[in-house]
């Protein structure tokens, strides 16, 4: 199936146009094949062609490299999260495997952008957890003290110290934790396309149809074309199931943002000239906005049980709309017209907020399902997966291997109206945070 994106990504409309596109156009033998470009599959890749100089490598996507999810988030690269389900003082010492997870992210994003010398906006601004209700401070407080036995160094913020920090009244209090960076999530994917070693070879519009194993070998069909590998390694996140990979334990969510044009100076004075911040929301499906280094506000507020493969015209604009609403409440003194260009990308979820990491079968990896948190974890895995294949051992697998594994989730029908049902009723609940 045909992965169809708008074009309307600010990210990736930031970047230059690209112009060394290969696309699949005879059979290929190889001897690791890694389906899927983004920060999991080209991390895969960086790190197998290190361990593997004289082997042949390919990479291929259904669409231009770092053009899914890795392209189009919000750029958080997070240290800490707050919904995840892990964070009731009785699952303390899962959210300690979680955040060791989280750390370990940090530091794979950190060594690749000082290795190949990356600009990509990198702040160490750390972040906010925040809401407008007063009752959501039993959460933060109960957040706060389990941060603070972790070692973690936050502080809860009011609605005067927020208005100074952020330039809107709409808060009522938060969580601002040190730790977490803000990034340019278009230039970091597009530093790893850019640096990819030469054993590595890309091809992009080039959708994997159907796989198969015959014996240790791995048939995978192109639109016209094959690829017989040795070893195959599946990085393609949220389409992990369309792809009948891990299919009972992952399902696609379809997240929808929206950014404004840079503030003008009296626009950006009338909110109080603020520094660049990220805001995260107390309630799961509330708002995720953030304020750029160039003045431009993002903003997401959704997340939908959705076909993953298109998002139309006509959709993406009601989104668009309640996103300039979701603004407008925010920032009242701004003009209701600012925003720029609004997309949609896939995430992959499991059921507890586990991640996927693993060997399925002889010759046959995955890893994915960040839930939402994928550049640092993403990075993370992708790397230590193309170590795991080639039977290292490493620390980082072995802090991996300490994660709960994904649960089972029930199958369709059930799954999507239970799924639709959860958000319907989180939604419901965050609709003031919208
Ligand atoms: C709007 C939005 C906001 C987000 N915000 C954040 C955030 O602030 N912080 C954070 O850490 N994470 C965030 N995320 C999640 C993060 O973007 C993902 O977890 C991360 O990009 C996953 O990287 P990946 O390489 O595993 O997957 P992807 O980047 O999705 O790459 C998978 C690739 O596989 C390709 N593919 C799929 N099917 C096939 C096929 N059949 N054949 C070939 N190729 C195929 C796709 O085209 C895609 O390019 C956000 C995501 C979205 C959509």
Request: hydrophobic share 35%; aromatic share 8%; net charge positive.
């Amino acid at each position: 199936m045909k992965i169809i994106n708008d074009k309307s990504c600010s990210w990736i409309n930031d970047l230059p146009p690209r112009n060394n596109i290969k696309v699949l156009s005879n059979n290929q033998e190889c001897d690791w094949l890694i389906i899927g470009a983004g920060y999991t599959g080209l991390s895969a890749a960086r790190k197998l062609s290190e361990i593997y100089p004289n082997q042949k490598i390919i990479i291929t996507d259904a669409q231009l490299a770092g053009e899914g999810a890795s392209g189009r988030n919000s750029g958080y690269l997070v240290d800490t999260t707050l919904n995840d389900g892990f964070t009731s003082s009785k699952e303390l010492s899962n959210y300690k495997k979680k955040t060791d997870i989280y750390k370990l992210g940090i530091v794979a994003v950190k060594k690749f952008i000082k290795e190949h010398q990356v600009d990509c906006d990198w702040n160490e601004s750390g972040k906010y957890f925040a809401s407008s209700r007063n009752e959501d401070e039993k959460i933060l407080t109960n957040f706060s003290d389990i941060l603070k036995k972790l070692g973690f160094t936050c502080n809860l913020l009011n609605r005067e110290d927020l208005k100074n920090k952020l330039g809107t009244s709409f808060y009522n209090l938060a969580l601002y934790t040190k730790g977490g960076i803000l990034l340019h999530p278009g230039k970091l994917v597009r530093a790893m396309i850019d640096t990819l070693p030469d054993n590595v070879e890309l091809f992009e519009n080039s959708s994997l149809i159907k796989w198969s194993k015959s014996g240790d070998i791995i048939n995978c069909k192109f639109q016209n074309n094959k690829i017989i590998s040795k070893k195959i390694i599946f990085c393609t996140n949220g389409f992990l199931k369309s792809l009948g990979i891990k299919s009972n334990y992952n399902f696609p969510l379809t997240l929808t943002a929206s950014m404004t044009r840079s503030l003008s100076e009296d626009e950006f004075k009338s909110i109080g000239e603020p520094k660049e911040w990220g805001l995260l929301p107390v309630r799961p499906m509330g708002a995720t906005i953030r304020m750029t280094k160039d003045k431009r506000i993002l903003i997401r507020n959704t997340a939908e049980v959705h076909n993953p493969f298109i998002m139309s015209g006509d959709k993406l604009k009601k989104r668009s709309i309640n996103q300039k609403l979701g603004i407008k409440k925010r920032f009242p003194s701004l003009p209701c017209d600012i925003i720029e260009s609004s997309w949609s990308g896939i995430v992959s979820r499991t059921r507890n907020g586990s991640q996927i990491f693993e060997k399925i079968d002889n010759n046959i990896f995955v890893a994915g399902c960040y839930n939402g948190s994928g550049i640092g974890v993403g990075t993370l895995f992708g790397e230590q997966i193309a170590f795991k294949a080639s039977n290292k051992h490493t620390h980082e697998i072995n802090t991996i291997a300490l994660q709960k594994k994904p649960t089972w989730l029930p199958p369709q029908p059930f799954l999507n109206f239970g799924a639709i049902t959860r958000l319907i009723y989180e939604r419901f609940r965050a609709k003031s945070e919208i």
